[in-house]
Nanobody
Framework: QVQLVESGGGLAQPGGSLRLSCVAS????????MAWARQAPGKEREFVAG????????LYSDSVKGRFTISRDNAKNTLYLQMNSLKPEDTAMYYC????????????????WGQGTQVTVSS
C-alpha cells in the first residue's frame, strides 16, 4: 500500500523559508519520479516541482523557479522541498505525489498523493 506522509508546513513571513519533507512507504521509492504540487483555496491543484528517480532531472514551475529546490534521499525514502524567498501567493496546501511510470522523467502526472501540509505566508 503506497503511503506518502508530508510534514514541515507552517506559518512563514514573506521572504522567509520552510523545508517540506515527505516520507514514502509501500513501494520501491528509488524507482519512481516524485513531485510536489499545491492547491490554494478556490484554485486548481498546480504542479510545483518534480524530480526523477535518481535525481538526475529536475523540473520546476515558472512561479517557483529560482526560489524552491526539490531533492530526495533514496536511502531514507524521503522527498524534500526547500522553499526560500516565500511570497504570500505561495500560501497553499502542499502535496507530495508519485509520478506513475517507473524510471520516468519528472512531469505533472501523479497516481498517489499524500494528505498534504499547509503552508501559510503572511506577515
Amino acid at each position: 500500500q503506497v503511503q506518502l506522509v508530508e510534514s514541515g508546513g507552517g506559518l512563514a513571513q514573506p521572504g522567509g523559508s520552510l523545508r517540506l519533507s515527505c516520507v514514502a512507504s509501500g513501494f520501491a521509492f528509488d524507482n519512481y519520479g516524485m513531485a510536489w504540487a499545491r492547491q490554494a483555496p478556490g484554485k486548481e491543484r498546480e504542479f510545483v516541482a518534480g524530480i526523477s528517480y535518481l535525481s538526475g532531472r529536475l523540473l520546476y514551475s515558472d512561479s517557483v523557479k529560482g526560489r524552491f529546490t526539490i531533492s530526495r534521499d533514496n536511502a531514507k525514502n524521503t522527498l524534500y522541498l526547500q522553499m526560500n524567498s516565500l511570497k504570500p501567493e505561495d500560501t497553499a496546501m502542499y502535496y507530495c505525489a508519485r509520478i506513475p511510470t517507473p524510471k520516468s522523467a519528472p512531469r505533472a502526472d501523479y497516481d498517489h498523493w499524500g494528505q498534504g501540509t499547509q503552508v501559510t505566508v503572511s506577515s
